[in-house]
């Protein structure tokens, strides 16, 4: 006790004394009503960052443009059949499948809708197009090339319409469903020479680049595009006239993996 208030008679240190006690009280009080004001205030905060992030993800435009949704049938031979995008996007396609890597020839649509449905990002290139500028490379990176498991789905069609890159060549053995860059369907088609000259082989390069930045992607030469690089993914596609390393890295990371059937490759 404060010696003060011990000179004071008796009922004047228990006034002072009740007095303090009561600005103890009222001081606790405001405290508690402070803190429990600025955690609803820390909470409302949480909740506004929370939304304007959620948001943002939601109303961000997705890269490339949509194409309609032409449907995932198992067929032997696509003589006939009508895509809704040129490279196509979805459809009808064979049992087997094309795995990651760049490829030197051209590859039957057939498989490589398939790929798309495996969830890969295919990056076809036309050197009979200009480019308008070819722009520095993705750093290098490690490009890891995971086990696969075949499926079994059994094709609707066992035709042959004879016609060049229409028909499935190559035949699934045992459980193994899919070729590689190194164990190629046969040349079908010759490319013409502007695939064979320096500045297509350059293309080529910088775009096999981007097999590094994730596992499923597929580089292939393709005829009569609209575009000199063409970027698909299951119902999506992006045309471009020059090699820009932030689209394609954008367009790879927003559908890479996001087929309709999810597998291990």
Not at 95 to 122: C, F, N, Q, T
Request: with cysteine; proline share 7%.
């Amino acid at each position: 006790m404060d010696e003060n208030l011990q000179d004071l008679p008796r009922h004047e240190r228990r006034k002072i004394l009740r007095e303090q006690e009561k600005e103890k009280l009222q001081s606790g009080g405001v405290t508690k009503v402070l803190r429990k004001f600025g955690l609803w205030i820390l909470v409302l905060g949480i909740l506004v960052i929370g939304g304007y992030w959620l948001f943002k993800n939601v109303t961000k435009k997705l890269p490339g443009e949509a194409v309609a949704d032409s449907g995932r049938e198992h067929v032997t031979d696509i003589a006939g059949i009508s895509y809704s995008s040129n490279p196509p996007t979805s459809g009808s396609h064979f049992p087997v499948w094309a795995k990651p890597g760049v490829y030197d020839r051209l590859i039957s649509d057939g498989y490589l809708i398939h790929s798309l449905e495996h969830g890969y990002i295919i990056i076809s290139y036309d050197c009979e197009k200009p480019v308008s500028s070819i722009w520095p490379a993705p750093p290098r990176g490690e490009y890891l090339v995971s086990s696969v498991y075949a499926h079994d789905e059994l094709a609707k069609e066992s035709t042959d319409s004879g016609q060049f890159l229409m028909h499935m060549k190559v035949q699934p053995q045992d459980d193994m469903s899919w070729f590689t860059p190194q164990n190629p369907p046969e040349v079908e088609v010759e490319l013409p020479e502007a695939f064979q000259t320096d500045s297509c082989k350059n293309l080529a390069r910088q775009l096999s680049e981007f097999t590094k930045v994730t596992q499923r992607v597929i580089v292939v030469p393709r005829l009569n595009m609209d575009s000199p690089v063409v970027l698909t993914a299951w119902n999506r596609i992006e045309k471009l006239n020059t090699v820009d390393s932030d689209v394609i890295k954008e367009f790879i990371k927003a559908f890479h993996n996001k087929g309709p059937e999810q597998t291990a490759e």
